[in-house]
């Protein structure tokens, strides 16, 4: 793991804004590429001038799109027999599988606003999404919406890791302990808006089973 964390840095601090996009949509597909050792070293060239600090957050909200997008479209056209057949090969388990369709249709299309600011889902959501065949419209805009938002919050952190240890830099293993250690905080933030959406939801679920026994 120490050795892909060190290429994928690589190739960040390489690749500029076409690593950034590369590596964000396999993030955001079947490969399990973590995004904190994408988007915060890509910030700390920003930071040194390198690099546009909007740049790098409109580059990862395209890669991400880019890789769900692609996900939903091979995952609509293969089905979900073949995925839980095959997806083991990829890391994707019917567990996993499992929780992410659940997600889906417990919260529907604010479920994979909020997928894209979580692990393990973040990755997996465009799957049932492309299964059950959800308007790719929607599917693009809140994938857009969500991806946009964690870009920027990892960009952010990444940002300050620079003025605080800029010798993280050459540090993978670092910069990903710093950036999860800095994380408590975008739990609550996340889990604040979540909660939010989600009593929406219920209330506005129980206000319509109100009008219908009405009617």
């Known amino acids: 793991m120490h050795y892909l964390l060190e290429l994928w840095f690589g190739w960040v601090l390489s690749g500029g804004y076409l690593g950034i996009i590369l590596l964000m949509a396999m993030e955001s597909s079947i490969f399990p590429v973590p995004s904190e050792v ?33 996900t939903y479209w091979v995952s609509r056209g293969l089905g979900r027999v073949v995925i839980v057949r095959f997806g083991r090969f990829f890391f994707i388990t019917p567990e996993k599988l499992e929780r992410a369709e659940v997600w ?8 994979v606003f909020f997928a894209r600011l979580l692990p393990v889902i973040r990755h997996l959501i465009s799957i049932p999404a492309g299964i059950v065949r959800m308007n790719f419209m929607v599917f693009s805009v809140v994938t857009i919406l969500g991806s946009a938002l964690w870009c920027f919050i990892l960009a952010y952190l990444g940002d300050k890791a620079y003025r605080l240890q800029p010798d993280l830099l050459s540090d993978p293993d ?24 989600f009593l929406t939801m219920r209330l506005t679920a129980g206000r319509a089973a109100t009008d219908r026994d009405e009617v």
């Open 38 to 70: 994408v988007i915060p070293p890509a910030a700390f060239l920003a930071a040194q001038g390198h690099l546009n600090f909007s740049g790098v957050i409109l580059a990862g909200t395209a890669g991400s799109y880019l890789g769900a997008g692609i």
């Open 104 to 111: 889906l249709s417990r919260y529907e299309a604010g479920g």
């Open 174 to 197: 670092g910069m990903v302990r710093f950036i999860r250690s800095q994380s408590h905080w975008i739990v609550i933030f996340v889990g604040t808006l979540a909660f939010l959406y």
